[in-house]
C-alpha cells in the first residue's frame, strides 16, 4: 500500500491508526482494535485491544502521552518549587499525591510540624480522598452511560472544591502542605463549612447510592467482571483499594501511620471478591470511613501555630504577616545530604517518593512511584477474557488517571 | 438579490453555529478535571450550546485541556484536521499557553504551535467560570465574522 505523508501509515501490520489483522493461536484471525487517545469516555492512552469476534484475546496498553517529566524538572528547581510541580500528578488528588514529597522533604530539613498542622494535613487529604473517589465515580458512570451519576458526582464534587476555595484559595491543585506545616492555617468558620459539607454529603451521598450504585444495570455490568483473585493482585503488585477489593489487607495509614492518623480510630475496607463491582465498593464505603476520620479530627483538633517553631524563629514576621512569609524562609535552608524516603497511602494506592540530596537547595535525583502506573498491568490483565463491552467497566473500575501513572 | 439572500443565509449558519459549539472527547491532560466540573451540573456549558460528542466528525471546537506533549501533539492535530470546517480551539490552561509550571521540560508543546488558537484561558487549572468567558468570547468572534 502506498505510504502517505505524516501522520498517516497505511501499510498493513502497522497499528498506528489503522486496524489490521493478526495471526492468533490455532490459526484463527484476530483483529487488532485501536481504543484512543481520542475516544468517546475520559483518559488520555491507547489501549490496542486484539479481539477474536468481541471477545478480548490481548491488550497492549500504550501509555505516555501525558509524560512531561515530572522527576527531571524537579532536579532542575530550587525544592520549594517542586511542591506545586509533583501535585500537578493527579490534580483533585492533590493533598495525597504531593504528601510524601513534604514528608520526605522534613526529614531532609530536619523539620517537625506542630500538631495542628498534622491535623490540617489529614483533614485535607481525607476531603481530597473522597472528592477523589466522587470522580472516580462520576467517570464510571458516564463510562456504563449512566449520566445521571456522573452529573451527580460532579455537583458533589463542587462543593469540595468551593470548600477548597475557601480554605486555600484554589478549587483543585490546593498545594497546601509545605515542610514543616501547612500554608494556611484555617478559621472557625473554615471548619464549620467542612462539618456542614460532610453533613450535606451524607445525605446527597444515599440519593447517589440508590440512583447509581444500587442500580440493576450497574450491578449486572460490573458484577463478575474483571476479576482477579488475591494470588494474582499480589503478584502484579497492585496497591491501594483495588488491592483491598480482592482482599489483601494493606493501607499505609495503617501499617506506617503518618502525621494524625495513628491517633484516630478507622477500618481498613477490604472486600473478597475482587471484581468490578467490589472495586467500586470498597471505594464507597472508603468514602464513608474518610468522613469519619474527618469527624474525628475535627472533635480534636488542637491549637497553637501551624508551622514549625524553626521556621517561625527564623521569621519571626510570620506571626504577623500570616502566611506571606513562610516560602522565604526556605531560600536560606538547606537539605541534609543523603537519601530520604516516605511512603503514603494518595487515594488510588501508595505512592512513594525517594529524594536523593547533596546539600544544595537542589533535589538531586527525585524518584516519584505513582499508583495507577503500579495499577495499569492489572488493568490490563483484567481485560483479558472479557467481551469488549466490558472494557470501560474495567477500565474506570481501576480508577486509571492517565496523569499521575505517566508523571 | 442574489447577494442579499447569500448574506442572510450565512447570517443564518453563523447563528446556527454559534449556538451549537460541540467538543469531541479529547483530554490531554489534567485540566479535564476542570473540563467535567463545566460539563457538570452546576456550571452546565450545555446552556451556551456546548455538549461533548462522541465522534470528532460532528464536532467543531476542540478544548485543548492543559499541556500537550509531543506524542500528544500529532494527535490533536490528527483530530483537528479530521473535522468539518468551520472549527474553533480553546486554549486551556497555563500549560497550553506557554508551559506554565512544566516550562522548560523535554516533552511539551505549547498548543499555538500545533493548532491555531482563537481563545486562551489562564490559570493552573482554570476556573471553570473563566472557561465559559472564553467560550463566549469565540461566540462573539463567530458573530463578528465576515462571511
Redesign the interface.
Same mark, same amino acid.
Given at each position: 500500500m502506498q505510504r502517505t505523508e505524516?501522520?498517516f501509515n497505511l501499510e498493513v501490520g502497522n497499528t498506528f491508526?489503522v486496524e489490521s489483522e493478526e495471526e492468533l493461536r490455532g490459526g484463527r484471525r484476530g483483529l487488532t482494535l485501536v481504543v484512543g487517545?481520542?475516544?468517546?469516555?475520559?483518559?488520555?492512552m491507547r489501549l490496542f485491544v486484539v479481539l477474536d469476534g468481541d471477545m478480548i484475546v490481548d491488550v497492549v496498553p500504550d501509555p505516555?502521552?501525558?509524560?512531561?517529566?515530572?522527576e527531571?524538572?524537579a532536579e532542575?528547581r530550587p525544592y520549594w518549587t517542586v511542591l506545586?510541580?509533583v501535585e500537578?500528578?493527579?490534580?483533585?488528588d492533590s493533598m495525597n499525591i504531593m504528601y510524601p514529597l513534604v514528608l520526605a522533604l522534613e526529614k531532609a530539613l530536619g523539620l517537625e510540624p506542630p500538631p495542628r498542622a498534622k491535623y490540617l494535613r489529614t483533614i485535607m487529604a481525607e476531603l481530597t480522598r473522597i472528592r477523589t473517589h466522587l470522580?472516580d465515580m462520576?467517570?464510571l458512570g458516564i463510562f456504563l452511560g449512566h449520566s445521571t451519576a456522573?452529573?451527580?458526582g460532579?455537583?458533589l464534587?463542587?462543593l469540595y472544591?468551593e470548600v477548597f476555595a475557601k480554605i486555600t484559595g484554589t478549587?483543585?491543585?490546593i498545594a497546601y502542605p509545605v515542610p514543616g506545616g501547612v500554608r494556611r492555617d484555617v478559621k472557625p468558620e473554615h471548619v464549620e463549612a467542612i462539618r456542614r459539607l460532610l453533613e450535606v454529603s451524607r445525605r446527597k451521598l444515599k440519593d447517589f447510592k440508590t440512583l447509581f450504585l444500587d442500580n440493576p444495570v450497574t450491578r449486572a455490568r460490573l458484577e463478575g467482571v474483571g476479576t482477579l483473585d488475591v494470588k494474582r493482585v499480589t503478584e502484579l503488585g497492585v496497591v491501594g483499594p483495588f488491592a483491598r477489593a480482592s482482599g489483601v489487607d494493606y493501607d499505609v495509614r495503617k501499617i506506617h501511620p503518618y502525621d494524625a492518623y495513628s491517633e484516630v480510630d478507622f477500618e481498613v475496607v477490604t472486600e473478597k471478591a475482587g471484581d468490578a463491582w467490589a472495586r467500586t465498593w470498597v471505594r464507597w464505603r472508603e468514602i464513608h470511613v474518610s468522613m469519619s476520620i474527618v469527624e474525628q479530627l475535627l472533635k480534636n483538633l488542637p491549637g497553637g501555630d501551624v508551622i514549625d517553631e524553626a521556621l517561625l524563629f527564623k521569621n519571626p514576621e510570620y506571626r504577623r504577616e500570616g502566611v506571606g512569609g513562610v516560602l522565604g524562609v526556605y531560600t536560606y535552608m538547606y537539605p541534609e545530604p543523603g537519601e530520604y524516603m516516605a511512603v503514603t497511602e494518595a487515594t488510588r494506592g501508595a505512592t512513594l517518593v525517594h529524594l536523593w540530596t547533596t546539600g544544595t537547595q537542589r533535589i538531586y535525583r527525585m524518584r516519584f512511584v505513582t499508583p495507577s502506573w503500579r495499577n495499569l498491568h492489572a488493568m490490563v490483565e483484567a481485560m483479558k477474557g472479557h467481551r469488549l463491552a466490558d472494557m470501560p467497566a474495567v477500565y474506570m473500575s481501576f480508577g486509571y488517571f492517565p496523569?499521575e501513572a505517566d508523571r | 438579490m442574489k447577494t442579499l439572500v447569500s448574506q442572510a443565509v450565512a447570517r443564518l449558519a453563523r447563528w446556527g453555529t454559534k449556538w451549537s459549539l460541540w467538543p469531541?472527547?479529547?483530554?490531554?491532560?489534567?485540566c479535564?478535571?476542570?473540563i467535567?466540573?463545566i460539563? =457538570? /451540573?452546576?456550571y452546565d456549558a450545555e446552556r451556551f450550546g456546548m455538549l461533548p460528542m462522541?465522534?470528532?466528525r460532528q464536532s467543531n471546537i476542540i478544548i485543548i485541556e492543559g499541556?500537550i506533549?509531543l506524542?500528544?501533539a500529532?494527535?490533536v492535530?490528527?483530530?483537528y484536521e479530521q473535522m468539518p470546517e468551520p472549527k474553533y480551539v480553546i486554549a486551556m490552561g497555563a500549560c497550553a499557553i506557554k508551559g506554565g509550571?512544566?516550562y =522548560? /521540560?523535554?516533552?511539551?508543546v505549547p498548543a499555538s504551535k500545533v493548532v491555531p488558537v482563537h481563545a486562551y484561558v489562564s490559570g493552573?487549572?482554570p476556573?471553570p467560570e473563566a472557561v465559559l468567558k472564553a467560550v463566549s468570547k469565540v461566540q462573539e468572534q463567530i458573530g463578528h465574522a465576515e462571511n
Open positions: 505524516w501522520p491508526f487517545p481520542q475516544h468517546p469516555g475520559s483518559g488520555h505516555g502521552f501525558v509524560h512531561r517529566g515530572i527531571k524538572l532542575n506545586p510541580l500537578k500528578a493527579s490534580i483533585m470522580y462520576a467517570l456522573f452529573m451527580w460532579f455537583a464534587m463542587d472544591a478549587r483543585t491543585t496523569p | 469531541p472527547h479529547l483530554v490531554t491532560a489534567c479535564g478535571v476542570e467535567g466540573h460539563f =457538570g /451540573s452546576v462522541g465522534s470528532l499541556t506533549t506524542k500528544m500529532k494527535f492535530k490528527y483530530v509550571v512544566f =522548560g /521540560s523535554y516533552h511539551m493552573c487549572p476556573t
